[in-house]
């Protein structure tokens, strides 16, 4: 029969096994690597096989640490389908409810509005991970995520969140007093660029306009690169270059004037923000509630 201690020994294998080292896994779990050792050490003496085959420079899964991991990660998944049906059946929404989201989506939508969804529902346990590159929901055990839909897959139920969306190009004023405003693309072509790397594929992210009825890229020296979007708009207030991202992202600089627009009509429309979630998830009212107010705050904000 198992026990608590070993459910949690279990939890802690498949954090380990999605995490891939005991250290990413304590971070990600919050212990520390010797509790996280103890812990796999404690379940390989109960089921009296390895999981895991360590060297000093990688780990790999054991045959019956492969089959753990099969048969054990979607074993909890149904225990806490189980235990949140069985909660849904009560007036008041509760639990722990986790959603992942890019920094300028965080920005945008979530920070304005997350102590309004604690106060409104103070048994649920909102845990936020910020984070630009592509998530899966299963394996990282998190329950919402916003993201683009040429990022989804198959196995998630998809919620328009925006209208398509405009991706702008921008600098500072004083970067523009000093080398100009560009109005054409052969102009463009003579600035420098903060340019942004997707986590995810290690990719630069492509600048593209709408010129003369298509899309063309645009190829510009490179002052600064970063992988953060606040460091970007930082760089760009910084006066290093032009900078590109999605016109949600420099909303209230480009409002009070900190930065400016550049090359308006030729800013090309990208795919709208969906809000997704496991087609199981949605049986739970902690994260029907969750779900429901972040459309409710998009509609608002007229997104």
Partial sequence: MLSGVTVQQLQIFLMIARAGS????????????????????QLEQQLGLPLLQRTTRRQALTPAGERLLA???????????????????????????SITLPRFVYRWLLQPCYAEFCARYPQIVLEIHVHDGTVDLLSEGIDVGIRFEDLLDEEVVARPLTEPLLEALFASPAYLARYGEPTTPDELAQHRQVQY?????????PLLLQWQGRLQGQALTPALIVNDTDALIDAVKQDLGVGHLLLLAVEAELASGTLQPVMVANWRQVSPLYLYYLKESQKACRVRVLVEFLLEKARERGA
């Fill in 71 to 97: 048969q054990g990660q979607p074993a909890l998944g149904a225990l806490q389908q189980a235990f949140d049906e069985v909660q849904a059946l009560g007036d008041t929404p509760c639990g722990r409810v």
């Fill in 197 to 205: 790397r997707f986590q995810t594929s290690r990719q630069l992210a």
């Fill in 22 to 41: 005991l250290s990413a896994a304590a971070r990600r779990l919050q212990m520390t690597p010797a509790a996280v050792s103890l812990a796999l050490r």
